[in-house]
């Protein structure tokens, strides 16, 4: 299979590309990078700014890109988050429709922000949206890819919650804090936390396009948990105290309402979805995905010494 995707050079994307290529499959990214993604996705891997130079048809479209939503949101910053993910989906399904041959399946992004802050309420894929501005954001980011399904498309949307790895993302801007002892939960802790390790966040996009889920599906794993059993965990694992908690009003402070929507937000996902639809996780507790994720980054850390 031939699959053109966007996002690809990003920390999610460069896994996907290692897994697709292994397979044996056909790869086009998308950059404003060409010339860089051979190095960053795979030898085999191709690089294009528009998709309107892949010249060949394509099966199947993945759409990751985005740019970074933790950061503060100023009035510049949203429009930037908003832009880079509407405007592009938007081309990629422009394009995907003026194809002589069109894709079989389109697998799209969006996030748990989809369901806003909802307390402890389990939240499966037929839960309605939340409020707030990341809400709003998924729920424009998804009905981009409706004239595709109207068109008879096969459309997967992804809502992916914190994805967990060593080599970037929320678990490596923590581990430092955490490795010194400085580490701990953020507000009352008592928020509720969907993640999903990146293996089993690529292992999920691959089911997808191999089984051709065409529904919106809950991208975390079976285990949410509560910031304050994050913190202990990873705090466990790393064999150091957590004792430091990050008060609700500092992180206000500092991030405005990116820390209301992202950091102090309640959402407890169930990947109900890929579990119908058979899938298996590799990684289906937070101590299991924790385990292993930092029991690799020994081992590179030990390898880079030895260099």
């Keep these: 299979m031939h699959c053109l995707i966007s996002g690809g050079t990003g920390l999610i994307g460069r896994l996907f590309c290692r897994h697709w290529l292994a397979r044996g499959d056909t790869l086009t990214v998308l950059s404003r990078r060409p010339e860089k993604v ?16 892949v010249g060949e048809p394509v099966d199947v479209v993945v759409n990751l890109a985005g740019a970074p939503i933790t950061h503060r949101w100023t009035e510049k910053r949203r429009a930037e988050i908003r832009n880079s993910r509407l405007r592009l989906t938007e081309k990629l399904v422009r394009w995907s ?29 037929s839960s309605p949206p939340g409020g707030g501005f990341a809400a709003q954001l998924c729920r424009d980011w998804e009905a981009t890819t409706l004239p595709l399904q109207q068109a008879g498309i096969c459309v997967g949307i992804t809502r992916t919650a914190i994805v967990l790895s060593t080599r970037g993302g929320a678990l490596s801007k923590m581990l430092p804090a955490f490795r010194l002892g400085l580490g701990g939960p953020m507000g009352s802790g008592e928020q509720w936390m969907s993640w999903i390790h990146e293996e089993d966040m690529v292992g999920l996009m691959l089911h997808a396009i191999d089984r051709h889920l065409c529904l919106p599906f809950n991208t975390c794993a079976p285990e949410a948990v509560t910031n304050n059993s994050f913190a202990r965990l990873l705090a466990k694992q790393l064999h150091r105290p957590c004792l430091m908690r990050t008060p609700a009003w500092m992180l206000k402070l500092m991030f405005g309402q990116m820390a209301e929507e992202l950091l102090l937000a309640s959402q407890r996902m169930e990947p109900r979805a890929a579990l119908d639809s058979g899938y298996s996780f590799q990684f289906p507790t937070l101590e299991q995905a924790l385990a292993d994720l930092l029991s690799r980054r020994q081992k590179t850390e030990a390898r880079s010494q030895m260099r």
């Design 38 to 53: 051979r190095k960053l996705c795979g030898e085999t891997a191709r690089g294009c700014r528009e998709p309107q130079e």
């Design 97 to 125: 429709l003026s194809q002589a041959q069109r894709p079989r399946y389109f697998l799209s992004g969006s996030a748990v922000g989809y369901y806003g802050d909802r307390g402890g309420d389990l939240l499966k894929e």
